[in-house]
């Protein structure tokens, strides 16, 4: 859980800033949305499944709370003026049954922040990925210490 450290491992773009039994909230190691258009979280069901059905009953909706409280805590800490969410099943490996144990299918869920002035994610439009071979991914800003910390603090409001 955060804790306002901000060094080695646990340095801004890699920290879990909330998590129970079943979840963690996590601040991604490499975001894909600059703090400053928005930022970027993900929910990551502790669950090893790739598909939302796949979840407990009781785990599905508290996604669906996660999420509403993930968007509230983003519209509301940082410079979002919408929000996108977008779930994934790491389909990619699915297609490579090889894959290092502990990294198969996990649904995650993508909680992007949206900002009216962003250059690099253009309003209106959909969300672009760029190869991550270019290197686009090292040219975006984390959140900061502040950023994360109001965050955290009204996500937590939230899910009290």
Not at 7 to 20: L, R, S, T
Not at 56 to 63: Q, T, W
Not at 112 to 130: H, I, N, V
Request: proline share 8%.
């Amino acid at each position: 859980m955060y804790n306002g450290n901000m060094k080695g491992k646990d340095a801004p773009q890699n920290i879990i800033v909330w998590e129970n039994p079943r979840f963690e909230i996590r601040i991604p190691r490499e975001p894909h949305i600059d703090a400053q258009d928005g930022g970027h979280v993900v929910i990551y069901p502790k669950a090893r499944v790739s598909y939302t059905w796949q979840l407990a009953k009781r785990d599905r909706k508290e996604l669906i709370d996660l999420e509403a409280a993930c968007e509230r805590a983003m519209l509301d800490a940082l410079p979002a003026d919408h929000v996108n969410i977008q779930r994934n099943g790491n389909w990619f490996f699915l297609l490579r049954p090889r894959a290092k144990k502990g990294t198969g299918p996990h649904l995650h869920v993508h909680i992007y922040g949206r900002s009216k002035t962003s250059r690099r994610q253009p309003w209106g439009q959909a969300l672009k990925f760029p190869d991550p071979k270019t290197g686009w991914l090292k040219r975006i800003s984390p959140m900061d210490k502040k950023q994360i910390t109001a965050f955290s603090r009204r996500l937590r409001k939230l899910l009290a």
